[in-house]
């Protein structure tokens, strides 16, 4: 059997979980939106079921899978309705549903609904990608309440930058949020990861961690709390073949490394297929065996190569993990110019084993 898994550590799951609550001191949605960032949405949110206070899912479809398999706490569609025959299932299903365009409120006005939803309202306070804009969203707030068709409403908005600390745009979000919603009497939600863990004096009644739950820092600084969380997969491997090769040798597609001295050559069964980023250069950091070491030469499909010189009591059959405890996925995703959260929801074709 091929070698290449990622374990899913669902106390760490639990443990990062229970720290968005701590040290905001609000209710939190678990964000399990893509498959649980690549960690399996179903396991995840079962793993959370008994202390989540809900989940949230990027669509009906997401959600409706948490249904299926026995998740009874609130499920809320961070996009809403896509289209709005979707508000027959959101009732049958009590899905709270996110409303952050007219045409979604007009929906909801002229819908026949049997069973009063609860409502997400989303302000677009200078993010400028979804939400109502500040001077209609007083105006949707009466007009979902007018409607009869609507139990509860809570105010929320999201934040561009929170995952840089020394920029004022969030303060200035939070600012437009409050002028907006001056007066009305709602819970609001406002924090997703980045302001869980950075922005401490931002209100919520509700918090909306993603990638901290799966122990990923979104921070590309060192932050305190960030280095609370767990890391909950551990992506690894295996050697597969050995070489030793003298100074001056290609290894792998386009002869990208070329060897600086005599070197001993580790080929491990991992590659992009399995979401292993592509973009990850000579020198992104692998441990082997527990050793730190270096991937070299490009990555391929199935297999990517690693410096074993130096590490004498390594060879075929050597443990690599390529990220969790102790390669911080954060890292390679820094190495490859990406983000944490995009090299999870690209983990394929590798079992996720659940410890
Ligand atoms: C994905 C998402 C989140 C979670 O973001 P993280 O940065 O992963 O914590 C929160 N709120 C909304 C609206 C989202 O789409």
Redesign the pocket.
């Known amino acids: 059997m091929r070698p290449a898994r990622a374990l899913i550590d669902l106390e760490a799951l639990r443990h990062n979980y229970r720290l968005a609550r701590e040290v905001t001191g609000a209710k939190a949605l678990a ?1 399990v ?1 893509a498959d649980a ?1 690549g960690h399996g949405a179903v396991r995840c949110a079962q793993a959370l079921e008994s202390e989540a206070n809900g989940f ?1 899912v ?1 669509c009906i479809e997401e959600a409706l899978e948490l249904r299926a398999a026995g998740i009874t706490k609130p499920i809320l569609l ?2 809403g309705f896509f289209e709005a025959d979707e508000l027959a299932l959101i009732q049958e299903h009590d899905f709270w549903t ?1 409303v952050h365009s007219s045409w979604q409120l007009e929906a909801i006005e002229r819908a026949s609904i049997a069973k009063p939803l609860t409502v997400w309202l ?1 302000l677009d306070s200078g993010m400028h990608r979804v939400g109502l804009h500040p001077a209609e969203y007083r105006d949707a707030w009466q007009r979902l309440m007018a409607s009869g068709k609507v139990a509860k409403i809570v105010l ?1 908005s ?1 934040f561009a930058r ?2 840089e600390p020394d920029c004022t745009a969030s303060v200035e979000q939070v600012a437009v949020f409050e002028q907006a919603r001056a007066g009305l009497t709602a819970e609001v939600s406002l924090r ?5 863990l950075g922005w401490p004096q931002v209100p919520s009644d509700w918090v ?6 799966y122990g990923a820092t ?1 921070f590309e600084v060192a932050m305190p709390l960030a280095e609370r969380l767990k890391p909950v997969m551990t992506l690894e491997s295996k050697i597969i073949s050995v070489r030793e090769l003298p100074a001056g040798q290609p290894v792998g597609y386009g002869a990208k490394f070329v060897t600086e001295r005599p070197t001993r050559v580790g080929v491990v069964a991992m590659g992009y297929a399995d979401g292993y980023p592509r973009h990850a250069p000579t020198g992104t950091p692998v441990s082997i065996d527990g050793q730190p070491s270096r991937l070299i030469g490009r990555v391929s499909m199935d297999m990517l190569t690693v410096d074993l010189t130096g590490l004498p009591n390594a060879g075929l059959g050597s443990r690599v993990e390529l990220w969790g405890n102790e390669v911080l996925a954060s890292d390679v995703a820094a190495c490859a110019g990406t983000i944490p ?1 995009q090299i999870f929801c690209n983990l394929r074709r590798v079992p996720l084993i659940y410890v």
């Open positions: 964000v939106k960032y949230a990027a961070l996009e996110v989303k929320m999201h929170a995952d997703n990861s980045p302001a869980v909306r961690p993603g990638i901290m739950l979104p959260y």
